[in-house]
């Protein structure tokens, strides 16, 4: 949720913190704040953006080779000021920023007013960084000793950076549940929540596992150790994305660009997964667990928002064409629910981060139970990605608006072609509608382009709609999950109400919620429950509802009663929500650039939800 960013070398800190924590402040984005060591211990902090820090730096002393910085998703205490990040030791030494959650706080904290502590703010943050600091005074250990032994007392989740004032060549890192990556350059070191700040200094990486302390001296370099006090090897990893990447490209916003994104995105996707030549499928990522799936009693998917819709549709795809039963869980309930989970059931957790907590713990109470699990994610490196059995990255590149697009229909991509895998091997579909739908996925990426086009027609509508304070998305089949998806990115972005439906399930109660005020968007492309969405169609008009229906073909028959068609191109119904998603992301998009709304960064929103 927050956004960490160190570094510690021969160059001014305070630049590249900065351009680090814009690079990060997706993740969180209600205060920022640095520390930097320069003989002294300086800290600045403030409400609002990052913008507003640079603002409320301009006359400080900003010099220091040694500094970290923070965003802001507040969770303990309102975003003020006080509350931003970093916070100090009791002594005033020891400076940290964290990303997490603590849940013993309230408890250490008491225990430490009864020591003689006082605190500022109203977070958990500064107990940690309190406790840290008493260890250090009151057992004289290293930095690292007090951080690894405060970790003892300290339950939840974490990323955290120590500067200390005693130790102006060391900067201790540490992570339980929440990501931390360590960037190394020549003599110098970053630290991050993702590799999106490092990668324009370095392409070398370590990602630090759980429960690790990482120890950065200037002297003798990067050295890590577990909680339990082993001494653990630094794995070197090379990153893959570039700088390009992460900027937006001549686009207005990162989600535009996004949105545009989606035909290469699906194309890397299936590169070298799907296979037209040989008629095959590979993912290699998952080759050595494909029995298991073929073999599988059961499918549990278990993911959040977008993901669980992509889930959804993953459903559809394994049930339909590879017969196997799937269940789709919100990770959230799934990991409190005491879950039936057998031995010959699949997992498969899909997360466009790869951190999301929710999903993180599920994963975790699967692979107790003695079950696979796979991961669907787009972060390389990730946790996910990384607690998981096996898994393929999506390869949507890095995803920075907050309202997921891309990564979704990179995430339909692989379950479709899982699941068209799946069908082969285990002879459910015949090998006429196998190499037929190998075809059609292929064609998705020139679908898509071809979608695009509707940009200009559904800002227009958009335009009629802006104001509407209600919306309706209706679906069958495969539709259905991109009607809850199409709802779910309007509400995000542009705070309108907005509610995702089965078209059949409106008659037992949406609809009386309709009148002429209300728009309703209606997937009708769906090639065997046709005439059955015509008739729910029908049944809005009757009630005055305003229809923007979103079809396949040429349609006289929608055409005369709806009140708006966006036209797609046809494709193949497995396949189709990769497809009518499209006009629905950019209805959400120019909704809410017409109603002022911040469209990358929505409110109260993060990216990666790391916290429960
Ligand atoms: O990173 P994840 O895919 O695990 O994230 C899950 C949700 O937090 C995420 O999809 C969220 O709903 C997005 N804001 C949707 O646009």
């Known amino acids: ?89 009791e002594v005033g030494n020891l400076a940290i920023i964290h990303n997490g959650i603590i849940e013993n706080y ?6 430490l007013i009864q020591r003689g502590h006082t605190f500022e703010s109203d977070t958990d943050t500064e107990v940690f960084v309190h406790l840290i600091g008493e260890i250090k005074e009151k057992q004289n250990v290293p930095l690292e000793e007090a951080v690894r032994m405060a970790m003892q007392h300290v339950v939840g989740a974490y990323a955290i950076l120590v500067i200390s004032y005693d130790h102006p060549r060391k900067m201790v890192a540490a992570r339980k549940s929440s990501p931390l990556v360590v960037g190394i350059g020549d003599g110098e070191y970053y630290l991050a929540s993702d590799a ?37 090897t630094p794995f070197v990893e090379e990153l893959e994305m570039n700088l390009e990447m992460l900027e937006k490209g001549g686009y207005e916003h990162f989600m535009l660009k996004e949105i545009n994104e989606q035909a290469r995105s699906i194309k890397d996707s299936m590169r070298g997964r799907l296979r037209l030549e040989d008629k095959e499928i590979m993912l290699g990522g998952i080759k050595d667990y494909e029995d298991k799936i073929f073999n599988a009693d059961r499918i549990l998917i278990v993911a959040c928002g977008t993901s669980w ?23 959230s309930e799934f990991r409190y629910r005491n879950p039936i989970i057998n031995k010959n059931d699949v997992v498969i957790a899909i997360s466009q981060s790869g951190e999301t907590a929710d999903t993180l713990a599920a994963i975790r109470l699967a692979k107790e139970k003695g079950a696979t699990v796979l991961g669907i994610c787009n972060v390389v490196g ?52 196998y190499e037929f739908l190998l075809k059609e996925l292929d064609r998705v990426p020139e679908a898509i382009e071809q979608v695009m086009k509707c940009e200009a027609q559904v800002k227009e509508i958009a335009a009629v709609f802006k104001d509407a304070r209600n919306f309706l998305y209706l679906g069958r089949g495969y539709n259905f999950p991109v009607a809850l998806e199409g709802a779910l990115k309007l509400k995000e972005i542009s705070y ?75 494709i193949a119904d497995p396949f189709t929500p990769m497809v009518t998603t499209v006009p629905l992301q950019f209805l ?8 002022d709304c911040n469209v990358d960064q929505p409110r109260n929103l993060a990216k990666s939800v790391t916290v429960e």
Request: aromatic share 6%.
């Open 496 to 570: 309108i109400h907005a509610e995702g439906y089965p078209a059949a399930e409106m008659k037992h109660g949406p609809i009386a919620l309709i009148d002429e005020e209300m728009p309703i968007v209606v997937l009708a492309t769906n090639q065997h429950a046709y005439e059955k969405i015509v008739s729910n169609i029908q049944e809005v008009k009757a009630r005055k509802g305003k229809v923007i229906a979103v079809t396949s073909k040429q349609d006289e028959e929608i055409s005369k009663i709806a009140d708006y068609v966006i036209e797609i191109p046809p």
């Open 309 to 331: 819709h992509a889930g959804l549709v993953g459903e559809y795809l394994f049930e339909d064409l590879a017969r196997i039963p799937v269940e789709v869980e919100y990770a």
């Open 588 to 595: 959400s998009y120019h909704i809410a650039l017409m109603r």
């Open 382 to 433: 990730s946790s996910i990605a990384r607690i998981t059995d096996a898994g393929a990255y999506t390869h949507a590149g890095p995803e920075i608006g907050v309202a997921s697009t891309k990564a979704f229909t990179a995430q339909l991509t692989i379950l479709s072609l899982m699941a068209l895998r799946a069908a082969k091997q285990r002879q459910t579909i015949s090998e006429e509608r």
């Open 1 to 89: 949720m927050c956004g960490i960013v160190g570094y510690i070398g021969k160059k001014e800190a305070f630049p590249i913190i900065i351009k680090g924590l814009q690079r990060l402040e997706y993740r969180g984005y209600d205060s920022a704040g640095v520390a930097l060591l320069n003989g002294e211990l300086q800290i600045h902090k403030c409400k609002g953006k990052v913008q507003d820090l640079l603002n409320y730096t301009k006359d400080k002393n900003l010099h220091g080779y040694i500094g970290i910085g923070h965003t802001r998703w507040a969770t303990h205490g309102e975003p003020n000021d006080v509350n931003a990040h970093p916070h100090v030791s």
């Open 196 to 232: 999106t700040p490092i990668v324009e200094y370095t392409r070398n990486v370590v990602y630090l596992n759980d429960e690790e302390i990482a120890c950065i001296d200037l002297e003798n370099g990067l050295s890590i150790k577990s909680i339990e006090n082993e001494v653990r």
């Open 106 to 111: 309230a408890t250490l904290k008491e225990e």
